[in-house]
Structures are given as structure tokens and as C-alpha cells.
């Protein structure tokens, strides 16, 4: 299995990007797909979610209508849209996913916690200028 992120960049306030990550080795339709930030010194945050088996999506209070995830099934390949850009958004941003089927279980509704995902992205570096 592996999430390949791309599309982290240095970007103005205000600025717009589109992460994506690209998966191998597993089924879209059957994960649960996060992106995750953290800065340094501190604790990863999740912040869109989306379950492709039952549709759902979670969003951060501190991101909602400025994310938006989604997918292109065909291409294996969940994204997340980021726009009006705020310094504090600057982060390495992470493409984590979990399988529904057993994850559902200890996990019945959106958000995840970052120890609950079981496959992770190396990671792309989001940085906003002010």
C-alpha cells in the first residue's frame, strides 16, 4: 500500500492549492480517506475527512468552508481543495486512509484520530505567506 501526496507549495494569504495523493495497493471505495496537518512541535490535526462507502465528510471547524475534499475514483486519487489560505495553514499536510469495514467498528463517525488510520503519506509541505 501506498499514498503518494502532492501539490504542497509556497502560496500568498488568500491563496488557493490542490493537494493530491495518489493511492496504490488498496480501494478507494473501501477507505476512508483524511488529510492531516501538523506543525512542528505539535499534534497532527485531521481535518477533511471523507468515507467513500457510506459518502460521509467531516470537516475541522478551523477549515470548513475554505476545504472541501473529494475524489476521482478512476484515478485512484482523493483531493483536497484549500482556498482563502491563511498563515495558519501553514503545515506538512498528510493523506491518511482507514478501512471502512473494520475501522467502522472502533470508529462509527467522522472525525478519525490520527492513531486510528492504518496507511499514511509521507507528507507535502504546505507554507502560507503573509
Known amino acids: 500500500v501506498q499514498l503518494v501526496e502532492s501539490g504542497g507549495g509556497l502560496v500568498q494569504t488568500g491563496g488557493s492549492l490542490r493537494l493530491s495523493c495518489v493511492l496504490s495497493g488498496l480501494f478507494l471505495d473501501d477507505y476512508v480517506i483524511g488529510w492531516f496537518r501538523q506543525v512542528p512541535g505539535t499534534e497532527r490535526e485531521g481535518v477533511p475527512f471523507?468515507?467513500?462507502?457510506?459518502?460521509?465528510?467531516y470537516y475541522a471547524p478551523s477549515v470548513k468552508g475554505r476545504f472541501t475534499i473529494s475524489s476521482d475514483n478512476a484515478k485512484k486519487t482523493p483531493y483536497s481543495q484549500i482556498n482563502r489560505l491563511k498563515p495558519e495553514d501553514t503545515a506538512v499536510y498528510y493523506c491518511?486512509?482507514?478501512?471502512?469495514?473494520?475501522?467502522?467498528?472502533?470508529?462509527?463517525?467522522?472525525?478519525?484520530?490520527?492513531?486510528?488510520?492504518?496507511?499514511w503519506g509521507k507528507g507535502t509541505l504546505v507554507t502560507v505567506s503573509s
Open positions: 471523507m468515507s467513500s462507502p457510506d459518502g460521509s465528510t
Open positions: 491518511a486512509a482507514l478501512l471502512f469495514w473494520t475501522g467502522s467498528y472502533r470508529y462509527p463517525s467522522l472525525p478519525v484520530p490520527p492513531e486510528g488510520m492504518d496507511h
